[in-house]
């Protein structure tokens, strides 16, 4: 039976990635130090004899016994409400992080995949973005902590495989959705329907003309799933090509919901990216994969996922409270 890592497991992808190993037979050792992870996203795999959960945080030496053949580093504050409240952790987990479960991979001669990350390209000048684009980012932004660690691990990532031969993948996400995200990590979605859910009208930042492209979870991991299967050791992008603007999806969440709320705007963050899109022909042609989930469909699920969410946690809006321990 192969023996797979997953960190960050119990996180949106992370959980989704268990499920879908466990699935496919695996035994699968889940790690988290819950900051922004939460084990309802797993719980339901407690009972299963094939999957172990450690509370552990990866930028501490990181230790599993027994034999490993896999490895996926999940493990990290993914939404920018995050990296403004936990900066540090954002570049230690991306930094320290990596480098323990690169040495922990080569002790086990296991295949390591790293979740990169579409926020390597920055505010990209380049549209859609191709794998070969180096991308514009600003080092110093609020953004900087979390493109910067992920750009400094798929360095270290590709070093360890150039000068250890160790067996690496890379994939470069760009925004996913579905069941289990956080409803009040900031990011659009649920902001959108946490906002309808609760008759609130839409926040839409700047003026609502930045574009993003959204893939449907199932989508993500089936593209990360063929990824590590692969022999492809260059980075690789995983998202959905279908562009919108942030105004008109707004509109189409209104629909969606049946509710009649108001668009309200707010001014745009610092450092917002105005566009982006994946260029996805590396993975159709190496990995023979496309998403096949409509967003239209994919919203649908997810909003009733936000739907049946407990009335306690729709209210929950705020981010959670962190400790000093976990500012570290
Ligand atoms: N956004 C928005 N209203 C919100 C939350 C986000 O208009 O309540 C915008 C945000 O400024 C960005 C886009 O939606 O342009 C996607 O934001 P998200 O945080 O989901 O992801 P990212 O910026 O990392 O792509």
Redesign the pocket.
Known sequence: MKRILITGAAGFLGSHLCDRFMAEGYHVIAMDNLITGDLKNIEHLFREEHFEFYHHDVTKFVHVPGPLHYILHFASPA??IDYLKIPIQTLKVGALGTHNLLGLAKEKQARILIASTS?VYGDPLVHPQPETYFGNVNTISPRGVYDEAKRFQESITMAYHRFHGLDTRIVRIF?TYGPRMRLND????P??MGQALRGED?????D?S?T?SFCYVDDQVEGIYRLLLSDYTLPINIGNPHEIT?RDF?EEIIKLTGTDQKIVY?P??ED??MQ?QPDIAKAREILGWEPRVERAEGMRKTFEYFRQLSPEELMKREHRDFTARNRR
């Open positions: 939404s920018p926020e925004n900031g990011r659009v979605i902001a959108f839409l926040t839409v930042f700047g609502g930045q993003r942030i707004a707010k745009l963050p917002d990216p982006r």
